[in-house]
Nanobody, 124 residues
Framework: QVQLVESGGGSVQAGGSLRLSCTAS????????IGWFRQAPGKEREFVAS????????HYTDTVKGRFIISRDNAKNTAYLQMNSLKSDDTAVYYC?????????????????WGQGTQVTVSS
């Protein structure tokens, strides 16, 4: 399986921005669609965004549309989540996931490799 490492988390004030990175190794990066998920304290993990292996299809949960942008650079084996206009509700551990069988129909479903997560804390 592909190995994933997230980075870029941190603490930021409301209205600020962060860019998360998800770097893959061990398998060809272009075999995988990439998803970002998050889990806030006391809540279940939720889907945030996903991108197809070629980057031509992207999907977002409604609460981040217009604020977050998912992208990927296949030459660098890295996917990104640009997070703008951050709110306190965005505070969570953010995980990236990779799935070689992802489909646009089930764009929020990932079964495969997961990273260890990176903490994002937004203070109001």
């Amino acid at each position: 399986q592909v190995q994933l490492v997230e980075s870029g988390g941190g603490s930021v004030q409301a209205g600020g921005s962060l860019r998360l990175s998800c770097t893959a190794s061990g398998r060809p990066f272009t075999n995988y669609a990439i998803g970002w998920f998050r889990q806030a304290p006391g809540k279940e993990r939720e889907f945030v965004a996903s991108i197809s292996w070629r980057g031509d299809f992207t999907h977002y949960t409604d609460t981040v549309k217009g604020r977050f942008i998912i992208s990927r650079d296949n030459a660098k084996n890295t996917a990104y989540l640009q997070m703008n206009s951050l709110k306190s509700d965005d505070t969570a551990v953010y995980y990236c996931a990779a799935d070689p069988h992802w489909t646009t129909t089930n764009y929020y479903t990932f079964s495969g490799s997961w990273g260890q997560g990176t903490q994002v804390t937004v203070s109001s």
